[in-house]
């Protein structure tokens, strides 16, 4: 048996362009944005649910990367989060939540 710890793990180029692969990306990016501006704003995901009119479990699910996210569901998280979208592929994450400036 190896004694080797597993230092990290590499993602093959060819699987970065599977549709699977860019899926679980946007379900991700979505998860850590709602995480973090919730977290930021003291709120439980209970909280956030009722200002979204999701439930709790809809809110955990995201948060868990278990939601793709559509443009009805970004737009309702948004107007909850009082956050400004931001969409760019060229950047990872290719979505983010950005607070409104004065």
């Excluded at 549709?19 to 995480?35: F, T």
């Excluded at 956050?83 to 990872?92: E, Y």
């Amino acid at each position: 048996m190896s004694s080797a710890h597993h230092a990290g793990w590499t993602v093959p180029p060819e699987h970065r362009v599977s549709e699977e692969y860019l899926a679980a990306g946007r379900r991700m990016a979505l998860a850590e944005a709602v995480y973090a501006r919730r977290s930021a704003l003291g709120w439980s995901p209970s909280e956030l649910a009722e200002r979204a009119g999701l439930t709790e479990e809809e809110i955990e699910s995201i948060e868990e990367s278990g939601t793709d996210p559509t443009l009805p569901l970004i737009e309702r998280l948004a107007r909850a989060l009082d956050v400004v979208v931001r969409l760019d592929p060229a950047h990872d994450p290719a979505m983010s939540f950005e607070a409104p400036t004065a």
